[in-house]
């Protein structure tokens, strides 16, 4: 049976498209549905530095919320809290990916959402069917959420155009730096190669 979800970059988006990360392998994007901790793909951090990182980068604005759950809890929950379960963790997985390796180059949100998009096209597309509609859904996310509560930083505040259409930049805080990084498996099945 053909699959029937793809997703081919857009010639106008060509120059949104992001190099210089690991393409991760088929045995790794298995992974990518599970908890930051379960996935396998990154050794995640739970001291009391990296949950300090969290509170004073969003200045103490959701302590109850990570003293609560945990810093570790606290970053699934937004994406967990914002998405459909089939792609939540998908998309949390995914980005982080990126990110990780991008974290201290400014890139559109755009560029992100549209390397989602070439990695996982089925499972974004059955809960976007209009690949449009994703990445501006992303990219409300992003400064709306992830940008609030201390993953990532805007380079300057976006119009509502640039938000709608994904195209203002972003990168990395020292928190998320602190949070996680690739295991020694992602290290050995993907980097390695």
Known sequence: MQNTFSYQVPQADKKFELSGWPLPSDEIQLHFDSDLEESNMFEVFGDE???AQFTGITKGAFFTEINTYGHIQFVENLFDDNFDEDIAFI???AFFWIFYYKRDTWAPVRSYAIEMLKLFPEAI???YPIPEDFIQAFSTFTKNILSKRGICSLKTSPTPYEVKKGT???RSTDAFQYLLQPSEYVIATTLAE
């Open 49 to 51: 530095d990296t949950e």
């Open 91 to 93: 998309l949390m997985n």
């Open 125 to 127: 597309l059955k809960q």
């Open 168 to 170: 203002y930049a972003i």
